[in-house]
């Protein structure tokens, strides 16, 4: 068929949890393409994460770790995206990939997605693009949110305006018009980091239950938030906006953090720390302007799992909410289609990120390095 691509996404986010991979078919070109999920996987980072946490936390490095660090999680990708395509046969060849690689530092003018790509484009025979903030942070722009564009050709709605709401390490959010042509919506799309989450929530559960993330909310559903203590995080919140910059080095609440831990107990703490994240969702949507419908709250990423954040999120706004898997893509799979999708465009030489999202100057750059077979 036509202008039909195989697209593999590949993403490790700051939860340094796991590599998720979509197969996406991709159909058309340029602004005027759709995209289906077709196979997903996921494998958990293993031996990896313990080093990709020290990287990430600014830890001293000998270049010789780090380049071994980039080449090994380089083979976790190739491992899981062969298991992709093995699965998707007869679709077992992708035409691009699509890599993210992990955030290890982010202060704009600076940041550094580890990857070496190399490995991946030799084992499976096809083009790599990656280091896709680059060109936005060259222009000026704060390389995040990247997602939005991706988000306008995934989940668009010719009924509603929509609210993608990540819930990852980071949230972030993109504001989608309701779709009438890619002309005039695009420039109505807005995006931004919102605050830390999983970053925030797993490093309660690793301070004070010696876990790596407290398992389906459950700890958090237990407690009750403590108005003074979710007032000072929501003035920490509340910071991080006036800041206006994208977010990625987790170190943002460490203070919140150390502050109460050692004084509330842990499902209260935790319970704060969810009700915080959900009113600074609720915070992030503009005001509701003429008869139109209300915004649907759109959920994706790790967190939609947590019992305590979904509710909480729910008792703070009275719009409707759905996930991302009630619109043909699983959730914790959102960022991986999202590459994809990144991918084709950057391989159209479509530019990636908004102006009006990051603050990039000047003309929209093209996005993306290349790595042949």
Same mark, same amino acid.
């Given at each position: ?61 000998? +270049? ?85 564009? +991706?988000?306008?050709?995934?989940? =668009?709605?010719? %009924? ?31 995006? =931004? ?47 991080? %906006? ?16 150390? =502050? ?27 005001? =509701? ?18 019992? +305590? ?21 699983? +959730? ?42």
């Amino acid at each position: 068929m036509a202008n039909v691509r195989l697209v593999v996404g590949c993403m490790t986010g700051t939860s340094l949890d796991a590599l998720d991979v979509a197969l996406v078919r991709v159909s058309g070109t340029g602004l005027g393409i759709s995209a289906s999920v077709l196979r997903t996987a996921s494998a958990p980072l293993g031996a990896l994460a313990a080093p990709l946490r020290a990287l990430a936390e600014q830890r001293p490095m000998a +270049a010789r770790l780090v380049a071994a660090l980039a080449r090994d999680l380089a083979l976790l990708h190739v491992e899981v995206i062969g298991r992709v395509l093995a699965s998707a046969a007869p679709l077992d060849r992708a035409d691009l990939i699509a890599v993210h690689g992990q955030t290890v530092f982010h202060a704009p003018p600076l940041s550094w997605q580890l990857i070496n790509p190399a490995p991946i484009a030799r084992a499976l025979g096809t083009p790599v693009v990656y280091d896709l903030r680059a060109a936005d942070l060259a222009s000026g722009g704060q390389g995040a949110p990247i997602t939005p564009i +991706a988000d306008y050709i995934l989940f =668009r709605s010719p %009924e509603e305006p929509r609210l993608i709401v990540n819930l990852g390490g980071f949230c972030n959010v993109t504001l989608l018009p309701r779709a009438t042509t890619p002309e005039a919506d695009i420039p109505q799309i807005a995006g =931004r980091d919102v605050c830390p989450c999983n970053q925030l929530l797993d490093a309660i559960a690793r301070r004070c239950l010696g876990l790596p993330f407290d398992e389906d909310g459950r700890v958090a559903a237990a407690g009750t938030a403590r108005e003074d203590a979710l007032a000072d995080l929501m003035n920490a919140l509340e910071d991080l %906006e006036r800041g206006r910059r994208s977010l990625g080095t987790g170190d943002e609440l460490a203070q919140w953090l150390n =502050r109460y831990a050692p004084v509330l107990p842990t499902p209260d703490l935790a319970a704060t720390a969810c009700k915080a994240i959900a009113r600074a969702v609720a915070r992030s949507l503009p005001p =509701r302007q003429g008869p139109g419908p209300s915004a649907r709250i759109v959920l994706a990423g790790g967190s939609v799992r947590n019992i +305590a954040l979904v509710e909480a999120i729910r008792e703070s706004y009275d719009g409707p909410i759905a996930l991302t898997d009630d619109m043909g893509v699983a +959730a914790a799979y959102r960022e991986a289609a999202a590459m994809a999708v990144l991918g084709a465009l950057c391989q159209d030489r479509v530019p990636i990120t908004l102006a009006q999202v990051t603050g990039a100057v000047g003309p929209p750059p093209v996005a993306g390095a290349w790595v042949f077979p």
